[in-house]
Structures are given as structure tokens and as C-alpha cells.
């Protein structure tokens, strides 16, 4: 695809993921303010000019011009310049009338909504069946140890499982990292599975350059997931669900560095030093060239996720909370500078993501929305004003006061928070900025 159709894909699925997550995110808000019978003038897909539209009682239902999420327009919020007398109506249907726990739901029901948005769109994909890498999902048996990293001067080896992090257990790949990402420059305790014993082993994670994440110098095992008949690989005796730690004494990493390793042998026998079962095996291998390069004939382990309704809206809570907790640590240590702002995603980095996605298939590209909606549900909780946890917030202390505060001072706090959230997104941007090839070398 050229540079211009890349382009143009990602700005497409950009607009498809950011306008699902902010339209559910806005229909919280409405859904709720209408079931309270607030006076609700706007509710609007997209933003600038109204497009079209129809009348839901006193509420406009419209699609404008940008398409980038929407908006509700309540009747008495701080910014409602379509009624300056909000009790001339005298029906108490403004939302500054209401009962402060009326107004704390209405608030509330914009991040509720992302979560609920997760949770639906993760019970369809479990249903329907999805395909993720096996690596995430298997046990957490080491198959390389980067030579001179932490764990190399542990003692760590191939074919130990890390149980348990610091005391708390790990049974996967995907928990494993994420608990040393979060670590970084730090002492760990690991409890690890060795020839059928268990012992602690202390390592300090170091961190990279750039992001400062959290690492030891692990990688899972690279398991064959295909051996295609006919070819060198079955011809050896390799078998689905053996893993490759090394070929020709180069540790394996992942399975992406296979083809480039075969590809370079040029006719050569190479040496497959393998892990089956819990031992460890060596299988010579002559790769052939069938016209498209040296081969032996094998494909990457997948696993596919697939369940029955009620199991598949558990699994989806499930995963849910859990990135929830995560997310809430890791927004803890980004506070702390314990891990980089670099981690953050930004616009461009969104749409490069909702593009490579979609290039995919559909699966990929909903399950970036369910991952990305959760995150913007949880941000909107940061008590930060204009965002939802900033009015919370305000709503929470004038309740312990027992009285609101003026308008002239919600207008302080708001442009306050206002200022403080421009200089967020625009750090966020400039880390965007500093991913990418062209402006790289220029930013520092």
C-alpha cells in the first residue's frame, strides 16, 4: 500500500475508534440526564455544523460535520450559553437544580459507559472467536536469556517458569510482563520453577533508554504452532507445540526471527536446539528453497479464544478489571516518574495503531476500541477539570461543604484545570511527535 492510501486508512479507522469511544462516552451522559428528566437541548454525533437531525422532544438528535466523537448540551451546566436564566423556566429541569447525586451519576455515566463499551464489544469477539499470539497465554517458561542482562547475571535459564513476582503469582506470559514492565530499576523477587523444585531468585530489572520500562532480559518460548507436510521440519521430526529456543546457537527471541535466520542459511544444515515436553532436544534441519527463499515448513503458534455467551461476558469483565487495576498502577507510576510519559499513546500514535489494525481484519481493530475505550474511561475519572472526575471532584467538596461554590469561582477552577489539562495533551503530542521517523532526530 503506498504512503498516501497508509495514510488515509489510518485517518479513516483513527475517526472510526476515537468517534465510537466518545459517542458511547457522550451517550452516558444523555441517557442519564434524560432518565432524570433533565433538559437536554444538544445531543450531537460529530462536531461544528449540524448536518442533520430530528426532535426528541426539546433535544436536537444530530450528526454535524466533524466526526470525531460528539457532545450533550444541558440546560444550567457552566458553559450553557443557550439559557442565561436557567429558573426563569421554573420546572427545575436544569441540571444545576437537580439533587447533587443526580448530577454525580450523570457525570459518572460518561466512564461507566466506556467500561460497558469494553465489555461488550471483548463478549462479542470471545463469542464470535479470536485469534491472539500463544505466547501471551502460555505459562511463562523462559526460552532466552539475553546474554549480560539482569536476568543472564541471576542465573536465569531457559526452561524455568517464573511463578510468582514479589510474592504474587503469575500464570502467564502477558501478567509476567507486565509486572516486570511496571518495575523498572528495581529489585525483584522471583519464585521460579527449576527441574521440578522451586527457589527464589533475586534480580533488579533495569530500564530502557527511552521509555523507561521495566526489564529483566527474558523472552517466552517460541513455540511452532504448524509444521507443514512435506517439508524439511516434518521431514526432522519437529512437532506442533515444540518450542525453539536456538538455531545454531543464536537464541531465538521471537518467531519473526526464524525466516530471517533460515533465510540466510543458503543451503545450509542448521542445528534447532528444541524444547518439548520439558526437555531439551537438537534437530538438524535442511532448509529448501521452493521458490521463494530457504524454507523448513513451519508457522507460529496462535490461540484462538472462543466461548459460550455467558463465559465470554466473564472472561470480558474479567479482562476488564484487570487492565483497569493495571491501567491505575501504571498511571501511579507514570505520577511518580517511575516509568516515561513515552508509554503514553498519543493521536498519532492511536491512528497508526487503528490502521495497522484495520489492515488486519475487523477483530484487531475492535479490540483496539475496547482497549482504548477503557482508557479513556478511566482517564475521564482524572479529577481534572473540564473532564468528568474534575466536576466529580467538585461536586464531592461542595457536598462536604454543604454548599456550591459560586459560578465565578467553578469558572476559576475550570479554566485552571483547562490550562493544566492543554499542557498534558500537548506533552503527549510531543512524545507523539518524538516516535516518529520524520521529527525523531529533531526533537530531544
Same mark, same amino acid.
Given at each position: 500500500?503506498?504512503?498516501?492510501?497508509?495514510?488515509?486508512?489510518?485517518?479513516?479507522?483513527?475517526?472510526?475508534?476515537?468517534?465510537?469511544?466518545?459517542?458511547?462516552?457522550?451517550?452516558?451522559?444523555?441517557?442519564?440526564?434524560?432518565?432524570?428528566?433533565?433538559?437536554?437541548?444538544?445531543?450531537?454525533?460529530?462536531?461544528?455544523?449540524?448536518?442533520?437531525?430530528?426532535?426528541?422532544?426539546?433535544?436536537?438528535?444530530?450528526?454535524?460535520?466533524?466526526?470525531?466523537?460528539?457532545?450533550?448540551?444541558?440546560?444550567?451546566?457552566?458553559?450553557? /450559553?443557550?439559557?442565561?436564566?436557567?429558573?426563569?423556566?421554573?420546572?427545575?429541569?436544569?441540571?444545576?437544580?437537580?439533587?447533587?447525586?443526580?448530577?454525580?451519576?450523570?457525570?459518572?455515566?460518561?466512564?461507566?459507559?466506556?467500561?460497558?463499551?469494553?465489555?461488550?464489544?471483548?463478549?462479542?469477539?470471545?463469542?464470535?472467536?479470536?485469534?491472539?499470539?500463544?505466547?501471551?497465554?502460555?505459562?511463562?517458561?523462559?526460552?532466552?536469556?539475553?546474554?549480560?542482562?539482569?536476568?543472564?547475571?541471576?542465573?536465569?535459564?531457559?526452561?524455568?517458569?517464573?511463578?510468582?513476582?514479589?510474592?504474587?503469582?503469575?500464570?502467564?506470559?502477558?501478567?509476567?510482563?507486565?509486572?516486570?514492565?511496571?518495575?523498572?530499576?528495581?529489585?525483584?523477587?522471583?519464585?521460579?520453577?527449576?527441574?521440578?523444585?522451586?527457589?527464589?531468585?533475586?534480580?533488579?530489572?533495569?530500564?530502557?533508554?527511552?521509555?523507561?520500562?521495566?526489564?529483566?532480559?527474558?523472552?517466552?518460548?517460541?513455540?511452532?504452532?504448524?509444521?507443514?507436510?512435506?517439508?524439511?521440519?516434518?521431514?526432522?521430526?519437529?512437532?506442533?507445540?515444540?518450542?525453539?529456543?536456538?538455531?545454531?546457537?543464536?537464541?531465538?527471541?521471537?518467531?519473526?526471527?526464524?525466516?530471517?535466520?533460515?533465510?540466510?542459511?543458503?543451503?545450509?544444515?542448521?542445528?534447532?536446539?528444541?524444547?518439548?515436553?520439558?526437555?531439551?532436544?537438537?534437530?538438524?534441519?535442511?532448509?529448501?528453497?521452493?521458490?521463494?527463499?530457504?524454507?523448513?515448513?513451519?508457522?507460529?503458534?496462535?490461540?484462538?479464544?472462543?466461548?459460550?455467551?455467558?463465559?465470554?461476558?466473564?472472561?470480558?469483565?474479567?479482562?476488564?478489571?484487570?487492565?483497569?487495576?493495571?491501567?491505575?498502577?501504571?498511571?501511579?507510576?507514570?505520577?511518580?516518574?517511575?516509568?516515561?510519559?513515552?508509554?503514553?499513546?498519543?493521536?498519532?500514535?492511536?491512528?497508526?495503531?487503528?490502521?495497522?489494525? /484495520?489492515?488486519?481484519?475487523?477483530?484487531?481493530?475492535?479490540?483496539?476500541?475496547?482497549?482504548?475505550?477503557?482508557?479513556?474511561?478511566?482517564?475521564?475519572?482524572?479529577?481534572?477539570?473540564?473532564?468528568?472526575?474534575?466536576?466529580?471532584?467538585?461536586?464531592?467538596?461542595?457536598?462536604?461543604?454543604?454548599?456550591?461554590?459560586?459560578?465565578?469561582?467553578?469558572?476559576?477552577?475550570?479554566?485552571?484545570?483547562?490550562?493544566?489539562?492543554?499542557?498534558?495533551?500537548?506533552?503527549?503530542?510531543?512524545?507523539?511527535?518524538?516516535?516518529?521517523?520524520?521529527?525523531?532526530?529533531?526533537?530531544?
Amino acid at each position: 500500500m503506498s504512503g498516501a492510501g497508509a495514510l488515509l486508512q489510518n485517518t479513516g479507522a483513527f475517526i472510526v475508534v476515537l468517534g465510537l469511544m466518545i459517542f458511547f462516552h457522550e451517550f452516558g451522559h444523555f441517557i442519564t440526564a434524560k432518565a432524570f428528566g433533565m433538559r437536554v437541548f444538544i445531543f450531537s454525533f460529530g462536531f461544528g455544523r449540524r448536518l442533520l437531525g430530528f426532535k426528541w422532544g426539546e433535544t436536537d438528535l444530530r450528526v454535524s460535520l466533524i466526526p470525531l466523537g460528539g457532545y450533550v448540551k444541558l440546560e444550567g451546566e457552566l458553559d450553557d /450559553a443557550i439559557s442565561e436564566d436557567t429558573s426563569a423556566r421554573g420546572d427545575g429541569k436544569d441540571f444545576t437544580s437537580r439533587p447533587r447525586w443526580q448530577r454525580f451519576i450523570v457525570y459518572l455515566a460518561g466512564p461507566a459507559m466506556n467500561a460497558v463499551l469494553t465489555i461488550a464489544v471483548l463478549t462479542v469477539l470471545y463469542m464470535n472467536g479470536f485469534q491472539v499470539e500463544g505466547s501471551l497465554y502460555d505459562r511463562p517458561i523462559i526460552g532466552s536469556v539475553e546474554a549480560g542482562s539482569p536476568a543472564a547475571a541471576a542465573g536465569l535459564r531457559p526452561g524455568d517458569e517464573i511463578v510468582a513476582i514479589d510474592g504474587k503469582p503469575v500464570t502467564t506470559w502477558e501478567s509476567t510482563e507486565y509486572a516486570v514492565m511496571l518495575r523498572p530499576d528495581t529489585a525483584l523477587n522471583l519464585r521460579l520453577r527449576r527441574d521440578g523444585q522451586e527457589l527464589e531468585v533475586p534480580v533488579r530489572s533495569t530500564s530502557t533508554s527511552s521509555d523507561k520500562v521495566g526489564t529483566i532480559g527474558v523472552h517466552p518460548l517460541v513455540r511452532v504452532g504448524q509444521v507443514l507436510p512435506g517439508k524439511p521440519a516434518q521431514a526432522a521430526g519437529l512437532r506442533e507445540n515444540d518450542a525453539i529456543l536456538a538455531i545454531d546457537g543464536k537464541p531465538v527471541r521471537s518467531f519473526n526471527e526464524i525466516p530471517l535466520i533460515i533465510g540466510g542459511a543458503a543451503g545450509k544444515t542448521l542445528t534447532l536446539t528444541i524444547w518439548r515436553d520439558g526437555k531439551v532436544l537438537e534437530v538438524a534441519v535442511a532448509p529448501r528453497d521452493d521458490g521463494e527463499g530457504p524454507r523448513i515448513g513451519i508457522g507460529p503458534r496462535y490461540v484462538l479464544q472462543k466461548f459460550g455467551f455467558s463465559q465470554a461476558v466473564h472472561e470480558a469483565t474479567r479482562w476488564t478489571w484487570g487492565m483497569t487495576k493495571l491501567t491505575f498502577e501504571t498511571l501511579q507510576r507514570l505520577l511518580t516518574a517511575q516509568i516515561s510519559p513515552k508509554t503514553m499513546m498519543g493521536p498519532l500514535q492511536i491512528a497508526k495503531a487503528s490502521g495497522d489494525a /484495520a489492515r488486519v481484519g475487523p477483530g484487531p481493530l475492535f479490540y483496539l476500541v475496547a482497549v482504548i475505550s477503557l482508557q479513556i474511561g478511566i482517564m475521564n475519572l482524572f479529577p481534572l477539570p473540564p473532564l468528568d472526575g474534575g466536576h466529580l471532584a467538585i461536586l464531592l467538596f461542595e457536598g462536604l461543604l454543604r454548599r456550591d461554590f459560586s459560578v465565578t469561582v467553578k469558572a476559576w477552577i475550570m479554566n485552571a484545570g483547562a490550562m493544566a489539562l492543554f499542557l498534558l495533551l500537548g506533552l503527549v503530542v510531543y512524545f507523539d511527535l518524538s516516535k516518529t521517523s520524520l521529527l525523531s532526530k529533531y526533537l530531544p
